[in-house]
């Protein structure tokens, strides 16, 4: 076998935009390494850099005739594409929020981004991911990359304590995923391509299909655990908490984004033989997580802790798209992914530059910044207002399309709930609002009173403010101009061949 | 030609852009852009400016008999709900282009002299330009769900000015009823809108009106159901443009600053309404009982808005009453089906009330170096003879109030003629009540001429000062010594320039629309019908204007008699009428009416409510708010920190999830 | 031999290492419970693979992949314990706690 006719077979192009991701870590590193301290001015750049031309290669992999490469090793369908673009997002816009914060630390950039690089590429890898070996070291990456980044304050304790807590239940959680995955190679009698597991499965006995189900719950924890979907969260609020604000954000949108590709494909394609099983144990992660993330959260001082919370009842929205089994319910999920990772990313966005500004994040600590930070105050309260799901912020659009996807399915109950829990959680969203903009100039918080002159001029800073700006921009527009981001997201389902099986909404037949 | 129709969207976009870069430039430097004034004006201004020559090419195309251009674009599907946004020129929307950026300009230049010494001059040029850009996207839209949007959005540009000193209480009080009279307004338009989408499944204006008479025909709705949508949607101009029942807000609306009182509230955003209703024309002209409800319903307003403009001393409320009068014309008009003469009142009214409201800001502008910074400052009676100290706004405001009277040949006379002649036709009785109108319009528009700039200057009287001072609940005497007993003075170029510009076409643009040759209505005609070439004959129309005429004549001879020369005493003659003194003087008592019947009602109602929502209601709202926040305290604390903790809960989860799924 | 004896066999180990996971007070030891739960998949897998898959030994090729990630897991933890070591001079997990509630 010639080269020529191997590389044709491998399909290497398929991975393009991770080559990208790879060379731009390399070069990063190298040029740390060679150049020292004085690059990171500009090397935090360079990695952005990269993660857009990944993001320009995605777009031209949309709708390649042959997505399968390296011999069904890994998938490049508009699925993982939208999955991959989103990872790349979150870690672009990360590193923006994170140049600024890590310089003011006193650690090290050229090494932070590597590693987030690092995280980025598992991520992309997670989500094209086709195969058992390729899915775990894909998962590893990851998790490994994100227990270091967590630790990365190495003098702070809390971040210490978060980077081991991290460590030891992702360890205990991928341990259990692995053995479910060892369980699914001996059902299915010595198979690791997720389809062909799959076909395998579904030609089970009556008998050995309790072992699938066995197996079903296994891989479901580890994928919850990535998710942080309850009762899987709990290591979610100390690692949000004690991590570096940055790479809370990465955690809750790109980890989860990567943690939900994963989540969609093992289920649509290994699990369809016991398809009720898996609809009745993700309904109850839904429901837990909806009821306690959004409860939970009410009672939280911290504004990352909140957030921790936030995103574990926000979980629980998304997977009810998963859980509707429609085309429509999965291309909500996806939808409301999209519009998730920018309204996330805004309010941590705006939550590290409070931090940076004033060395704090207690809720309390935010009183009366409207009067000197009047920018910082609208693009959180935007944010925070459009995760809370209030028209016409983006977020408004996700959440109805989820709820109307899962009401189609028949969901009937979930949708109440999330209803339910959504105005719950509109109560502690808008609590932080309240506390921005109309308290009276003597209710003003110390840290507030002693607010810095806003200036933009320290490097870095200027990063953070186009990430900021760009992010509540498309919160705040996404919504009245959904359409593209709607077609994507109904596109990346239709055009994934997986989905082929997948019953067409009961509305669509219906009109 | 076709390029310019493919950059019509920039009409509204520029200015949002420069309210836009303004607005970001006062949240996040608010310092250096006050700083810089005069050039946040020029911005906003020049950006203006280029929609301005935009719209008049645009107007110029559809002259020369351009065929309507739409553009559209996918909005939000969802299966077979198509919702599109886009824009459409055709002739009516070119001319609303014109006349509203033609205003917005003059009055940004205005602006610029009236708001020279306030400290919110760069949020009101960025409020200002908001608007205009609101008010042009309402222009262009192309279905019902768009103009529902740019309605809103004008609304709340209206609550933002009205209340734009927000330290008055009266500003904040009016700011306030203007939200609440206009959210009945339009939510009587929201469902009137999805009740059409309902019977008819279109957005779209020509669609609605054609499916429904359809419907009716086929006998598949009710007749009467048809009238009731109809109705609903005349809740919103009704609102909007401030007619009976619910035009109490436009008076007290002129608490806000005097541009814009001209701009809002009196040129563009009031006839908001009556544009809507001549975008809707194909749906109203099919159901007859909703053309008598409109007609019906101009007809009184006009006639109310004139009896209470006679007695009011402040200047401004004056103005308003009358702009309320005339909306009613237009109103009338349309509901008689003169589609055409409406729009064209609309027009010239938009251009000669403009003037008259900045001219009324240019006499409290001068009045405040006498009484100081004031509502004293509007009340008339401590005007007279200021024609002697501002020349300029005496001879602009004259031009403005023979306009508005119906004098020939100024613009007003034509349009006003116009409705007169059509109304006519459709009733006796309605042109009956629009030619009565027509007398005390040139009655009161006299009188506050006279008052204002003729006899003598009574702004130095101490007496009538503190009388009125205490009429108005002002305290504070002492505190403008300053400016007191100096004179009152003409005002800057910057308002003069377009005082005097206004005048070109409130004594001209009627020329446009005269019966004998009536360019106006060869643009403007009835959708669906071709350009109505009546025959005209001059024996009628010397009827129909020699009346008019008449009345105008007789009721400027009674001004004239009563507040120039004296012969008569108005106050005698109150005197005598003391119930209809006091009707006209209390605006016919509808504030109080609305005051007992609804705001004491809702008031006990919601007192009512509140008991029972404090036992009950809220009790059990606070209980479940507890429970929930009791279940999130206690669930916090599952969060005990240890890590070991959190894995025997995963693992426990896992077997506890194996036990279920073996067990179902 | 049966297969059901291996899997047994992983079974036990792998509930060695979550007992063990759970109840150690040195976070070292807890490091080394999640090797052995690694090390009862890595059983699993050359078990399924010898019984089932005997050509192509996926699962053999499966347990060099989980070797070397449990290596790099274990030299990432051993860092983490030794920075926080560093900090408070003990690895007692009971006192890892100021992340709470």
């Given at each position: 076998m010639d080269f020529a006719s191997l590389a044709a077979q491998l399909?290497?192009?398929?991975i393009l935009p991770e080559v990208l991701v790879t060379v731009t870590l390399l070069g990063v590193l190298t040029i740390d390494l060679v150049?020292?301290?004085?690059?990171?001015r500009w090397t935090p750049y360079l990695g952005i850099a990269g993660l857009l031309g990944a993001l320009g290669a995605l777009y031209y992999q949309w709708?390649?005739?042959?997505?399968?490469a390296f011999l069904g090793e890994f998938n490049a369908d508009p699925l993982s594409i939208v999955f991959r673009g989103l990872v790349v997002i979150a870690a672009a816009v990360t590193i923006a929020m994170s140049i600024r914060y890590v310089e003011q630390t006193g650690t090290s950039l050229g090494e932070f981004i590597p590693i987030l690089l690092t995280a980025t590429l598992g991520g992309m890898f997670l989500s094209g991911a086709d195969e058992l070996v390729s899915l775990y070291v894909a998962l590893e990456t990851l998790s490994i990359a994100s227990y270091l980044l967590t630790g990365?304050?190495?003098?702070?304790p809390r971040s210490n304590e978060a980077a081991l807590k991290y460590l030891l239940i992702g360890a205990a959680s991928s341990a259990v995923f692995l053995y479910g995955a060892s369980l699914l190679y001996g059902l299915s009698g010595g198979e690791t391509r997720l389809a062909a597991i799959g076909a395998a499965l579904s030609t089970l006995t009556p008998q050995t299909a309790s072992g699938a189900v066995i197996a079903l719950v296994f891989v479901a924890a580890g994928i919850a655990f990535k998710i942080s979907a309850?009762?899987?969260?709990?290591w979610t609020p100390d690692v949000y908490e004690g991590s570096p604000t940055p790479i809370t954000a990465f955690l809750s949108v790109g980890s989860k984004a990567a943690g939900f590709a994963l989540a969609t494909r093992v289920l649509v394609v290994v699990f369809p033989s016991v398809l009720e099983q898996w609809h009745f144990l993700f309904a109850a992660l839904a429901v837990l997580s909806m009821v306690l993330g959004n409860v939970v959260a009410?009672?939280?001082?911290s504004m990352k802790r909140l957030l921790a919370y936030s995103s574990i009842g926000q979980a629980g929205f998304v997977i009810l798209g998963l859980v509707a089994g429609t085309a429509e319910g999965y291309a909500s999920m996806v939808f409301y992914l999209i519009v998730y990772l920018f309204m996330n990313l805004g309010a941590f966005t705006a939550v590290v530059l409070f931090s940076l500004r004033t060395g704090t994040d207690q809720i309390?600590?935010?009183?009366?910044l409207y009067q000197k930070d009047p920018l910082l105050t609208l693009g959180l309260s935007l944010c925070l207002l459009s995760l809370g799901g209030?028209?016409?912020?983006?977020g408004f659009f996700g959440k109805l399309y989820l709820f109307w996807a899962g009401w189609q399915a028949g969901l009937y109950g979930l949708v109440l709930l999330g209803l339910v829990t959504s105005v719950v959680s509109i109560y502690y969203y808008v609590r932080v609002v309240k506390m921005m903009v109309v308290k009276e100039p003597q209710e003003m918080s110390e840290a507030v009173k002693n607010y810095?002159?806003?200036?933009?001029?320290?490097?870095g800073l200027r990063a953070l403010q186009v990430g900021l700006v760009v992010m509540v921009l498309v919160t705040s527009l996404g919504g009245i101009l959904s359409n593209p981001l709607f077609r994507l997201a109904n596109s990346s389902i239709t055009q994934?061949?997986?989905?082929?099986a997948v019953p067409p909404s009961i509305a669509n037949s219906r009109l | 030609m076709e390029a310019i129709y493919q950059y019509a969207w920039l009409i509204p976009v520029l200015p949002l852009v420069g309210a836009l870069v303004v607005g970001c430039g006062l949240v996040s430097f608010p310092e250096a852009t006050n700083r810089l004034r005069q050039l946040n004006a020029v911005l906003i201004i020049s950006l203006l400016g280029v929609s301005t020559a935009l719209s008049f090419a645009l107007l110029a195309s559809q002259v020369q008999g351009h065929l309507p251009y739409r553009q559209m674009l996918e909005w939000a599907t969802a299966g077979d709900f198509h919702l599109q946004m886009g824009f459409e020129v055709d002739p009516l929307a070119a001319l609303m282009l014109v006349v509203v950026t033609t205003v917005a300009l003059l009055v940004m230049i205005y602006t610029d002299g009236y708001m020279?010494?306030?400290?919110g001059y760069v949020r009101f040029y960025a409020y200002l330009s908001l608007f205009s850009s609101s008010m042009l996207g309402l222009v262009l839209s192309p279905n019902m769900v768009q103009v529902y949007v740019f309605w809103e959005l004008v609304g709340m540009c209206s609550y933002l000015l009205i209340g734009f000193?927000?330290?008055?209480p009266a500003a904040a009080e009016a700011c306030q009823k203007a939200f609440v009279v206009n959210r009945v307004g339009d939510f009587g338009l929201l469902l009137g809108i999805l009740g059409l989408y309902w019977s008819t499944?279109?957005?779209?204006f020509d669609l609605t009106g054609a499916r429904l008479a359809d419907l009716v025909h086929a006998g598949d709705l009710s007749g009467l159901i048809a009238a009731g949508l109809a109705v609903l949607v005349f809740l919103g101009p009704v609102a909007k443009s401030a007619?009976?029942?619910?035009?109490?807000?436009l008076p007290d609306?002129?608490?806000?600053?005097t541009p814009i009182s001209a701009l809002i509230?009196?040129?563009t955003m009031v006839a908001a309404g009556v544009f809507l209703i001549a975008r809707m024309f194909p749906l109203f002209s099919s159901i007859p009982l909703a053309m008598e409800v409109i007609a019906w319903t101009g007809a009184f307003t006009a006639f109310l808005g004139a009896t209470i403009a006679?007695?009011?001393?402040d200047i401004k409320k004056g103005l308003a009453y009358s702009t309320m009068s005339q909306l009613g014309y237009m109103v009338m008009a349309m509901g008689a089906g003169a589609y055409s003469a409406g729009l064209f009142h609309l027009v010239t009214h938009a251009y000669f009330k403009a003037m008259l409201f900045l001219g009324s800001g240019a006499v409290i502008h001068g009045m405040e170096a006498v009484?100081?910074?004031?509502?004293?400052?509007?009340?008339?009676?401590?005007?007279?003879?200021l024609r002697r100290y501002m020349p300029k706004t005496a001879f602009t405001f004259l031009i403005g109030v023979l306009a508005i009277s119906g004098?020939?040949?100024?613009a007003g006379f034509w349009s006003k003629d116009e409705i007169l002649g059509a109304t006519y036709g459709a009733s006796p009785w309605l042109w009956l009540v629009g030619w009565g109108t027509a007398g005390i319009t040139a009655f009161y528009m006299f009188r506050m001429y006279f008052t204002t700039f003729?006899?003598?200057?009574?702004?130095?009287d101490t007496r009538l000062q503190a009388q009125v001072n205490q009429e108005l609940g002002i305290?504070?005497?002492?505190?403008h010594h300053g400016h007191s007993h100096g004179h009152p003075h003409e005002a800057p170029w910057t308002m003069t320039l377009p005082l005097l510009i206004l005048a070109v076409p409130s004594t001209l643009l009627g020329l446009v629309g005269?019966?004998?040759?009536?360019y106006f209505e060869e643009l403007i005609?009835?959708?669906?019908?071709?350009?109505?070439a009546a025959e005209f004959e001059w024996s009628e129309f010397l009827t129909m204007a020699g009346s008019s005429v008449g009345i105008v004549l007789l009721g400027i001879t009674l001004a004239v008699s009563m507040?120039?020369?004296?012969?008569?005493d108005p106050a005698a003659i109150a005197a005598k009428v003391p119930f209809l003194y006091r009707l006209s003087l209390r605006k016919w008592y509808f504030d109080e009416l609305y005051d007992s019947l609804f705001v004491r009602n809702s008031r006990r109602l919601a007192r009512q409510v509140l008991n029972l929502d404090a036992r009950v209601v809220d009790g059990l709202v606070n209980l479940t708010g507890l429970v929930t926040l009791l279940t999130g305290q206690g669930l916090k604390y599952?969060?005990?920190?240890?890590a070991q903790f959190y894995a025997l809960i995963v693992f426990g989860m896992v077997l506890g999830f194996v036990v279920l799924s073996a067990v179902t | 031999m049966h297969l059901q004896f291996f899997l047994l066999l992983a079974a036990a180990l792998f509930c060695i290492g979550v007992y063990g996971l759970i109840n150690s007070r040195s976070a070292v030891r807890v490091l080394m419970c999640i090797e052995l739960m690694l090390n009862a998949v890595n059983l699993n897998l050359m078990a399924f693979s010898n019984f089932l898959?005997?050509?192509?030994?996926r699962g053999q090729v499966f347990t060099v992949f989980v070797i070397t990630i449990a290596a790099a897991e274990a030299a990432v933890g051993l860092a983490i314990v030794l920075s926080i070591y560093r900090n408070r001079d003990t690895v007692d997990m009971e006192r890892f706690n100021l992340l709470k509630w």
């Open positions: 399909n290497a192009g398929a150049g020292g301290r004085s690059t990171s709708g390649q005739a042959n997505p399968t990365y304050m190495k003098g702070d309850v009762p899987f969260h709990q009410l009672t939280q001082t309390s600590e935010y009183a009366g209030i028209p016409p912020m983006a810095p002159p806003v200036t933009w001029s320290l490097p994934t061949p997986l989905f082929q | 020279a010494e306030d400290p000193w927000y330290d008055r499944g279109s957005f779209e007619q009976f029942p619910l035009h109490v807000w609306a002129m608490e806000g600053p509230h009196a040129a006679i007695t009011q001393n009484v100081g910074h004031n509502p004293a400052s509007q009340d008339m009676r401590l005007m007279g003879g004098i020939p040949p100024l003729e006899g003598k200057f009574r702004g130095d305290h504070s005497h002492g505190d005269t019966p004998f040759a009536n005609h009835t959708p669906g019908l071709e350009s109505a507040y120039l020369s004296r012969r008569l599952l969060e005990n920190g240890r | 898959d005997p050509q192509e030994i």
